[in-house]
T-cell receptor, first 112, second 114 residues
Framework: DVKVTQSSRYLVKRTGEKVFLECVQD?????MFWYRQDPGLGLRLIYF???????EKGDIPEGYSVSREKKERFSLILESASTNQTSMYLC???????????FGSGTRLTVV | DQQVKQNSPSLSVQEGRISILNCDYT??????FLWYKKYPAEGPTFLIS?????DKNEDGRFTVFLNKSAKHLSLHIVPSQPGDSAVYFC?????????????FGKGTLLTVNP
């Protein structure tokens, strides 16, 4: 069964900390995505990557960066965590030429 | 500018009845539409999709209808079951090729009461 694995289900971090959220997929997918989900706001795209070492800003990239050094791994970095970054973070991947995403289970991040 | 809109934040139906979830879009370039289902503390899972060359797609209890002239699609669940209680996201995309992204609506929370 194909999988997208997010390293942590729950995280609590302090304001100002640098936070790394890791995502690994085992499907050899070219495209990977980071979304955040907030009540009343739905799924908002933070960053995406079409291939290794490639990245594109999504709709809300401020305060975030990403890294994709290997095809299977896509990392989301909060440079200096703030309380408004408390959210559910969802990673997804997709094979080039397909339409649907496969999502991970999400990381619930709380910044205190 | 919100290109995919789900105007009903929530919907409550009785078990066994029909659930109808609606979605509107503004971008006429969108040509493929998907529905995802999300339980709390889990990632969204793909449910059903439809291409703009069709007006209906059916998979078991789930049917998606597309009205291109109205830029409207709907998801019908018949009969509804308590296990269908979840947040449903409508998503749309344009073009094909290798590089694109989905645009999601804000979601509708469906509650199916026993």
């Amino acid at each position: 069964d194909v999988k997208v694995t997010q390293s942590s289900r729950y995280l609590v971090k302090r304001t100002g900390e640098k936070v790394f959220l890791e995502c690994v997929q085992d499907m050899d997918h070219e495209n990977m995505f980071w979304y955040r989900q907030d009540p009343g706001l739905g799924l908002r795209l933070i960053y995406f990557s079409y291939d290794v070492k490639m990245k594109e800003k999504g709709d809300i990239p401020e305060g975030y960066s990403v890294s994709r050094e290997k095809k299977e791994r896509f990392s989301l970095i909060l440079e200096s965590a703030s309380t408004n970054q408390t959210s559910m973070y969802l990673c997804a991947s997709r094979a080039a030429g397909n339409y649907g995403y496969t999502f991970g289970s999400g990381t619930r991040l709380t910044v205190v | 500018d919100q290109q995919v809109k789900q105007n009903s934040p929530s919907l409550s139906v009785q078990e066994g009845r029909i659930s109808i979830l609606n979605c509107d879009y503004t971008n006429s370039m969108f040509d493929y539409f998907l529905w995802y289902k999300k339980y709390p503390a889990e990632g969204p899972t793909f449910l059903i999709s439809i291409s703009s060359i069709k007006d209906k797609n059916e998979d078991g209890r789930f049917t998606v209808f597309l009205n291109k002239s109205a830029k409207h699609l709907s998801l019908h669940i018949v009969p509804s079951q308590p296990g269908d209680s979840a947040v449903y996201f409508c998503a749309a995309t344009k073009g094909g090729g290798s590089n694109y992204k989905l645009t999601f609506g804000k979601g509708t929370l469906l509650t199916v009461n026993p």
